[in-house]
């Protein structure tokens, strides 16, 4: 079973700066199976990228994802006001599929 | 709109039951693969069932196999999780989304999510 570790558990930043989110597995993620939702408070979450680094449709350019293995990156290049949210990742190559505990991306 | 919509949460007694839906609109329900994930308060997302667009196949996560049934309604738009012998550790927020696969086809990843609906299991 993979575990997904998400660090830092928050980030604070201020608008116009750019967010590094890590996402570690405990083994190898199979494949590109490595997805990242975003999710504000009271809202359903949001798919942002699949296939490690394949924004989903009508998810901005400053997002990208990029990663193999057992680390993984989700990069906000310059943080708008709409992106502070908590951000997850998600392996999808074995059963059972598992989530990250989370990062928070707070206002600074 | 293209949209999922949970209800029928609420606050059950340990051993009870409880019967979530999902109403779909705006994109083809029948086509559609689709999942019941869950998050307990302060823990991580959970994928708790998946149930294929002609239902077909159907898995369920261990914590819930043989207590959980995962249905649809296609004619309804809708999807439902029927959970008996509830315990505490069911309390969680209960999405449903929708598989990123069309057609037959399964990715495992989620392309679309409601609000959710809240579960409490207590005395």
């Known amino acids: 079973e993979i575990v997904l570790t998400q660090s830092p558990g928050t980030l604070s930043l201020s608008p116009g700066e750019r967010a590094t989110l890590s996402c570690r597995a405990s083994?190898?993620?199979?494949?590109?199976?490595l997805a990242w939702y975003q999710q504000k408070p009271g809202q359903a979450p949001r798919l942002l990228i699949s296939?490690?680094?394949s924004r989903a449709t009508g998810i901005p350019d400053r997002f990208s994802g990029s990663g193999s293995g057992t680390d993984f990156t989700l990069t906000i290049s310059r943080l708008e006001p709409e992106d502070f949210a908590v951000y997850y990742c998600q392996q999808y190559g074995s059963s059972p599929l598992a989530f990250g505990g989370g990062t928070k991306v707070e206002i600074k | 709109e293209v949209q999922l919509v949970e209800s029928g949460g609420g606050l059950v007694q340990p051993g009870g039951s409880l019967r979530l839906s999902c109403a779909a609109s705006g994109f083809t329900f029948s086509g559609s693969n689709m999942n019941w994930v869950r998050q307990a308060p302060g823990k991580r997302l959970e994928w708790v069932s998946y149930?294929?667009?002609?239902?077909?196949?159907?898995y369920y996560a261990d914590s819930v196999k043989g207590r959980f049934t995962v249905s649809r309604d296609d004619a309804k738009n809708s999807l439902y999780l029927q959970m008996n012998s509830l315990t505490a550790e069911d309390t969680a927020v209960y999405y449903c989304?929708?598989?990123?696969?069309?057609?037959?086809?399964?990715?495992?990843?989620?392309?679309?999510w409601g609000r959710g609906t809240l579960v409490t299991v207590s005395s």
């Open positions: 296939g490690v680094s």
């Open positions: 989304a929708r598989d990123h696969g069309r057609d037959g086809y399964t990715y495992w990843y989620f392309d679309l």
């Open positions: 149930i294929s667009s002609s239902a077909s196949t159907i």
């Open positions: 083994q190898s993620v199979s494949s590109t199976y």
